[in-house]
């Protein structure tokens, strides 16, 4: 098992930022500080800050919306987990369904998240065994799970509800670290009660206790369901019945049971299959029959394929399979020409697709200059992506205006600006900086100058003085009033950086891809990338379109 210190540090390092954003949205000297001095974390231990929440769109269109934690909130909550991650464990091991099992590495070198995620094969090879196994299937979904979470139903959820609340009513329960953990979550927020936030990995450790209590109670009360009856990928379920009756059974008991935890399914995706293979499986055996064919045609082949795809299959994430799957195949094709009009036409079926196409859009076009359509497209993905409020979407186009150096108009600066998001607004700034950004950005100083760090606003602000970039509000907050006990006075001092102007190019992306595989070269058919690598689970909260 990892040490406390391993499971801090990864949290810190791999699990701060929702996996959606660019490579730049990284921490630097985060983890490594606060594991080797976590005394800079005791002057803080009251604060509660506030999320810095954006909206971003899934690969089926729908908007969901993430959350940044303050850093001060985020470290004290990591702290707590990795300190009592033994007795996390032993709760979450209630379950014998969850097909997420949290494991983190021995070693904070150890690439991707901060911890293991459930593979896309295995979840397959789950969901084919129930349809074979079972003559129906039940389907069942948590509505809004994260943000429906009562922070209060932790500690019910650690010591089960009767003696949680047994506990509280001879005024005990306070005592318990269950009940700190609670304190702790509220406190990312202002202390509300309701919510937890979309994207950092400790929502993930905290969503899993939750539902590691309800399988419990699920196999637990009444007839009891067998180990290999249930499966299900964070709130998403699949439970494998004998008859209409045992399926009426299995619902209402689903439903009795996460309402004792102030939580409710789902009405629209409650459904009864029988005979029918995972969706998956409909489309992706299909792209083995690319198989032997080169260049041209496995390049016109993939997109045709792709596009009949997913306009077919819109609940799969077929784009961010086929791109991943075949990306080193796509980067060693000669014809880079062919390949990037590919790329682009599927930008311009939708522009959320941007995190995907990123990758392989910038080792293709290596060093050279973006031609004039390219131009149009990376400003056309600007406008949509405002008009859209697609803030994910729009600070990956944002990103690639500056791995580009291609300068953003006032027309477009503006734009991006009324979208009033903190992260936006550091990435103009840092196209500023790079003298990208026509006009300027004198607007930050009025949006930024009465507001300190203890607000969702404390990246714009850390992040600009820091590297002295001019828009900066000019007044100084770190180590100032506005400065939460100095905290990231420390911050400053040990050179932590929660933004990598650096993570620019193929190499900054987590898809193993370097300039050399974007050489033409023998790579044969299977020169592909892992799917599984990408971390791309496929419910509630991570039914993306990133890796």
Known sequence: MASKSVIFQRLLERGFYPRELPPCFRTINFGALLASKPEYLKPQKDFSGEIAFLDGATFQGNHRTFGVINPINYALLSQFLADHWPQIENVMDLSNFSAFKIVFP???AVGGRAFQRSSFSGKLKKQAYLSSAYPSVVHLDINRFYGSI????????????????????VKKLDAHWSAKLDRLVRACNRNQTIGIPIGPDTSRVVSELVLSRIDHELKKNGPGLRKRQVFHNIDDYEIGVENTTDADRVIARFEKEIRQFELRSHEGKTAVFSGELPENLHWEPKFNLLNGLEETEFLDGLFALLASERQAHPG??????????FAKKIASCSDKD?????????LYSSPRYVSWVAPLFVGLKGGDDL??????MLRWGLEECSRRHDVVSLLWFLYLHIQFDLKVSKAHKKLC??????????????????????GGFGEASGRYANVDLGTSSWLFLYETEIRGWKAATGASKIGSPDDPNKFFKLMKDNE?????????????????????????????????????????????????FLY
């Open 106 to 108: 021995n070693s904070v």
């Open 150 to 169: 009562y922070s209060h139903s932790i500690p019910w959820a650690v010591l089960g509800k009767p003696e949680a609340l047994k506990q509280h009513k």
């Open 316 to 325: 799969s994430n077929v784009v961010g399979y086929a791109l991943s799957r």
């Open 338 to 346: 062919l390949s990037l009009r590919h790329l682009q036409t599927l």
């Open 371 to 376: 031609d004039r359509a390219q131009k149009r």
């Open 417 to 438: 600006f009324e979208v009033e998001s903190v992260l936006v607004d550091l990435v103009l700034a840092h196209a500023d900086h790079n003298a990208l950004l026509k």
């Open 496 to 544: 932590v950086h929660f933004y990598d102007v650096a993570a620019f190019g193929v190499s900054a992306f987590q898809w193993g891809l370097d300039e050399d595989d974007f050489s033409p070269s023998d790579h044969g058919f299977d020169a592909q990338l892992d799917y599984d690598e990408f971390d791309t689970d496929d419910d509630e909260t991570d039914d993306y």
